[in-house]
């Protein structure tokens, strides 16, 4: 026990940075046009995808880089900034973590990952890719967060709704540099609140499960998309019997459904790989129904992470 409680005290002694951060950082410089990169004396070629990898020291100090061509040199700077790692030692017992990170150069970061072009008129380092560019795949995950319906359900008529919550994750891939087709696996509810914490004893949702194939335009900072979705919906009806909500209180009544019908969206870019946009899912033809032609639709307020899995040669 004496061991162990001599272990744990080392442990709470130390600190985030020191735990999590080496002595060293490997940075990833990315081309934009064909150069060579010099640093710390060295004469470094990119690799057949235009990346450079460098391995540097941490310091409180910035760094730099150049970028050479048979005509053109132009110069880059790494600004040395305190890491993320550092900020968590307001988790350590009396905040020592910072006590212990003050006078160690583990806790300052370079950026990991920059974009470069000796090409352009001012020296600027990009955190993410300007462009896309053919060959690239990106890993799609979103929260489709609130939507609106208008639904035709049996035995119930013209459902009109609103509510939130929902995830959805896919995989575009770009077969031109501004087209991209893409894969989604959609799910949604219309839950009436912002958070999944008050149980419903009344009232009613529509719930959704979409698999989408879409083509895709990059124009700048907007991705423009149609397609075709398959979708199966359910309308759920909910009867209170006067009982705690907690415990059951309630019985439902669902009408399931298959669909087929079209999807358009558009996304913003915000950051590196967050988007902001809605999709809108009309669906036109009820599978296995008498009454097979209904028009109903979908139109939802989109967060989404576009997570780059593969980027092919920039220039």
């Known amino acids: ?93 009396y905040f020592a973590g910072f006590i212990v990170d003050w006078t160690r150069d583990v806790r300052y970061n370079y950026p990991g990952r920059v974009y470069v072009d000796i090409n352009e008129d001012q020296p600027t380092l990009h955190r993410y890719s300007p462009w896309q560019r053919k060959g690239d795949v990106n890993l799609r995950v979103s929260l489709p967060y609130y939507t609106q319906y208008q639904w035709q359900v049996e035995d119930y008529g013209s459902a009109n709704g609103r509510g939130f919550i929902g995830i959805s994750a896919g995989v575009e891939y770009f077969y031109t540099d501004n087209q991209f087709a893409s894969f989604n696996i959609l799910s949604q509810t219309s839950y009436p609140y912002l958070l999944p914490l008050v149980p419903l004893d009344r009232g009613v949702t529509a719930n959704l499960n979409t698999i989408s194939f879409t083509n895709n335009h990059q124009v700048g900072v907007w991705s423009l998309g149609y397609g075709v979705s398959f979708v199966q919906k359910e309308f759920v009806q909910r009867i209170s019997n006067g009982i705690d909500p907690w415990f059951g209180g309630f019985t439902t009544e669902s009408t399931n459904y298959d669909c087929l019908g079209l999807i358009g969206q558009g996304h913003l870019r915000l950051f590196r790989t967050l988007h902001a946009g809605l999709i809108f899912q009309p669906t036109f033809v009820r599978l296995g129904s008498a009454d097979a032609f209904r028009m109903e639709h979908n139109l939802t307020f989109d967060i989404l992470w576009r997570i780059p899995i593969y980027e092919g040669r920039r220039y």
């Open 1 to 93: 026990m004496k061991q162990i409680g001599i272990l744990l005290l080392l442990v709470s002694c130390t600190s985030c940075a020191t735990i999590f951060n080496g002595k060293t950082q490997d940075i990833k410089l990315i081309l934009l046009s064909e150069a060579d990169v010099v640093m710390n004396g060295d004469t470094l070629q990119p690799n057949s995808r235009g990346v450079v990898k460098v391995n540097v020291e941490r310091t409180w100090l910035d760094t730099s880089f150049a970028l050479i061509s048979d005509s053109n040199r132009v110069e880059y700077k790494l600004e040395s900034n305190l890491g993320g790692a550092y900020y968590f030692n307001w988790l350590t017992p």
